[in-house]
Structures are given as C-alpha cells and as structure tokens.
C-alpha cells in the first residue's frame, strides 16, 4: 500500500463495479474482483472515499438520476462497508459536448473535497479507467494511477502512459504494488 494514502477518488464503472456501457440499473452492479477488500482496507487505514462518476446517459436520455442513485446504492450494499462508506459522491449527468462544471475531465469536484476536508493532495489518489479520470486528477495536483482492463483499449493506454499514469489491473493490486 502506498505510504499514506489520505484520500481516494474513484471512477465507479470500470474501476469499483464493472462496466457494462451506461450502467442505468441496479441489477446490472457487478462489483470488480478485490473491489471490496482495497476500500475496505482503505477505510481501516483512515483514508477518505470518494467517487467521481461521469454519467452521460441521464442527459442523453438512456436512465434518470434516481436510476443513477439506485444504482450506487446496490454498489454500497454490494460493498458491504456501512451505510456510508464514502464520503462524497458526485455525478455529473451531462454529456461530452454539453457545458458542465463537475464532468471529468474537470478537477473541480476533488478541489473542492480537498478544501473542504482539508486533505494533502499529496497523499491524495485519483483512481479510474479513462483518460478524463487521469486527467482530472492531474489537473487537480493529487496522484494518479490507472485500472487497466484486461483487454485495455488501446488509445487509452497509449494516454495514460503518454501521462506517466502507472496501470494496474484492480484496486487491490494497486493497493498492493504502487510504489512508495
């Protein structure tokens, strides 16, 4: 596990649960292998949660925001970590070529987490799939590392390591082998 670890922001689909494309209900949550055992980890450690989630399929028509919710409230009781296992979680509903203040790639929700709990950016993660993931992460001076799918898609790998984002293929093996 990396030395100290204060804070995390995580991706929700491709990172905690499994991405199926616009997962818009809660039967579809799937957690990912070794999801449960690195946040709770974390949690044990002291470390704050927080998700980051980009979900266009709300303004595009695909599942409303309730779905959104009923959705992240099976990930919770998937998880089975408490009821409030995280300690923010913001979703930004618009699409890519509509105006938005929260939509990764945009640091603005983790700036203000960081303010707001008073958090070191510099044992402070940003941990998703996708090139916005890192890049919000980037932009918001916190450390960054990549969930690599098992078959990555290969402009966003080609990204993340034009970025110098270190990869691994899930949370708890990056609990386990990010550097310290």
């Known amino acids: 596990m990396p030395d100290r670890v204060h804070a ?5 689909d491709g ?3 499994n991405d199926c494309h616009f997962v818009g209900a809660a039967e ?14 974390l949690l044990a ?3 704050k949660l927080f998700v980051l989630t980009n979900q266009s399929g709300v303004n595009r028509g695909y599942f409303t925001m309730a779905d959104v ?4 409230r099976r990930m919770i009781e998937l998880l089975g970590l408490g009821s409030a296992p995280f ?16 939509r990764k790639p945009s640091p603005r929700f983790i700036d ?17 799939d996708r090139p916005s993931d890192w890049e919000a992460g980037l932009a918001a001076g916190v450390n960054v590392a990549a969930i690599v799918a098992t078959e990555p898609v290969a402009e966003w790998d ?13 949370l708890l093996e990056w609990l386990d082998d990010a550097p310290r």
């Open 112 to 128: 203000e987490m960081v303010a707001e709990h008073g958090l070191d950016r510099h044992a402070t993660w940003m941990i998703g």
């Open 15 to 17: 990172t905690i649960i």
């Open 45 to 47: 450690t002291g470390a």
């Open 158 to 170: 080609a990204r993340r390591r034009d970025l110098g984002v270190p990869g691994y293929a899930t």
């Open 69 to 72: 919710e009923a959705v992240n």
């Open 8 to 12: 995390v922001f995580l991706d929700r």
């Open 87 to 102: 300690s923010g979680i913001c979703i930004a509903p618009e699409r890519p070529d509509e105006p938005s203040r929260y």
């Open 28 to 41: 579809q949550v799937d957690l990912l292998p070794g999801a449960r055992e690195a946040l709770a980890r």
